[in-house]
């Protein structure tokens, strides 16, 4: 393995990257993008369709950061619900969003199976569980917003969360089909597989050092592009852009060793799915293809501190904590705890836009949500192209936030963003 792979990201166990070696020497591009993550290679190959020129460039190796890290939910919902949608835009501008963001479950599903890729696909519904009365107000909500606007959705109220779930613990739930979950560092690698066989260029352990006019500098060489994509989601404010429009989240996640068949059953009845529940902060768990329970969350303290935190023992026994109050009757020990960091935005929608100096660069992040990043990897490729600029007041960086860049100083980002957040699920 790879000496730069994390040892305690169960993902990273499957394969080892083989990155590329480092990029040296100087090359011309219509198009350069920087960062191997969902979004950068999506919009690589929404690019190489086209007949485009695109080269990728990765610091690391494609799939290390957020994208390889998550824990691989392939559904809509990731931090914002649908209902929330339609309080905030009406029921036009939130079906326009939702229909954005389930164009990003698309893309990945087709791009498994038109390349064939290994990653632990498993086709399981979504359940959003209420922990109280409250939550589920919520979720009946969401299935209210789900049913006007046309999509399926099933309630479940307290009597009937045992026919699909093993725990007194919920509310009641809705539940929802058409998602899946995966091993998002294996898709990562495979689709930067299938685009090198392709004919795209993907520099590992290549870090874009600074960008001068149209040109990307590295420690080994240049890069001259006519287009730049920076899609480095949390990362991009380390390049002194869009400090107080994107900042980050901090997760953990962790994962059992192999269940047996009797105590999957127990916990899912009628058939495995991916639970997430109506925290502000929330837990979230899914059975993998190998029979493990993958478990994540965290609390506002962690998840909004400026530093990376890495008390995986603390929150290891949180998320144990948290399984022994869900599935009492299951004895689970986690063999692997990590965690994970994703950009996002004050209003959870992701951010996509020109640099303010440099026309030639265009920012992509905050994409909170592997089918979020993919569709926004695409709409970037489209954008560049000049044949899609619908989201582009949606997603502008310089869009109307509830707490401005005033406000913000004045109050910190951590809170700024706890604060922003809160209002753009609930109120």
């Known amino acids: 393995m790879s000496n730069k792979i994390p040892p305690d990201v169960y993902w990273y166990t499957a394969k080892d990257p083989h990155p590329s070696k480092s990029f040296s020497g100087e090359i011309k ?25 695109v080269v990728v460039i990765e610091k690391d190796f494609c799939g290390s950061g957020a994208s390889g890290k998550t824990s691989g939910f392939i559904t809509p919902d990731s931090e914002i619900e649908l209902s929330s949608l339609l ?17 990003g479950v698309k893309i990945i599903r087709e791009n498994i199976h038109r390349y064939s890729i290994s990653c632990d696909y498993q086709a399981q519904d979504s359940l959003f569980v209420a922990n109280n009365a409250s939550g589920f107000r919520h979720v009946k909500k969401e299935h209210e917003a789900r049913m006007q606007l046309g999509y399926a959705s099933t309630l479940y109220e307290n009597q009937a969360m045992k026919e699909i779930i093993g725990s007194q613990k919920y509310a009641g739930a809705v539940r929802y089909p058409e998602t899946f979950g995966m091993n998002s560092y ?28 149209h040109e990307i500098f590295t420690p080994g060489g240049r890069i001259t592009a006519d287009h730049i994509i920076v899609a480095t989601d949390r990362f991009i404010p380390d390049m002194g852009a869009l400090k107080k429009e994107i900042y980050h ?36 768990f899914r059975i993998t293809g190998d029979g493990r329970l993958l478990i994540g969350g965290g609390d506002v303290l962690y998840t909004y501190a400026r530093n990376v935190v890495g008390n995986t023992m603390r929150f290891g026994m949180r ?46 992040g905050a994409a909170t949500g ?15 192209l000049g044949s899609r600029n619908e989201f582009d007041q949606d997603f502008s960086p310089e869009r109307h936030f509830v707490i401005g860049p005033r406000m913000q100083s004045l109050l910190s980002t951590p809170v700024t963003y706890a604060l922003s957040h809160g209002i753009a699920k609930y109120l």
């Open 29 to 53: 591009t219509k198009v350069a993008v920087i960062g191997g993550g969902m979004a950068g290679l999506s919009c690589a190959q929404k690019l190489h369709d086209a007949g485009v020129s």
């Open 87 to 103: 309080d905030t835009y009406g029921p036009e501008k939130a079906k326009r969003i939702w229909e954005f963001v389930l164009s």
């Open 186 to 213: 294996l898709y990562c690698l495979g689709l930067r597989d299938a685009l090198r066989a392709s004919g795209v260029p993907i520099h590992e352990q290549t870090a874009a050092k600074h960008i001068d006019g």
């Open 249 to 284: 989240a901090q997760t953990f996640l962790g994962i059992t060793k192999p269940l047996s068949p009797d105590q999957i059953k127990k916990m899912f009845p009628e058939s495995t799915m991916m639970v997430w529940d109506t925290d502000l902060v929330y837990n979230y």
């Open 319 to 364: 998320l144990k904590n948290y399984i022994h109050h869900t599935f009492p009757f299951i004895a689970l020990d986690l063999e692997y705890v990590w965690p994970g960091m994703l950009g996002v935005s004050k209003d959870l929608l992701p951010i996509m836009g020109l640099d303010a100096h440099n026309k030639r660069i265009w920012y992509v």
């Open 370 to 384: 592997l089918p979020w990043a993919a569709a926004l990897g695409f709409y970037a490729a489209e954008r560049v």
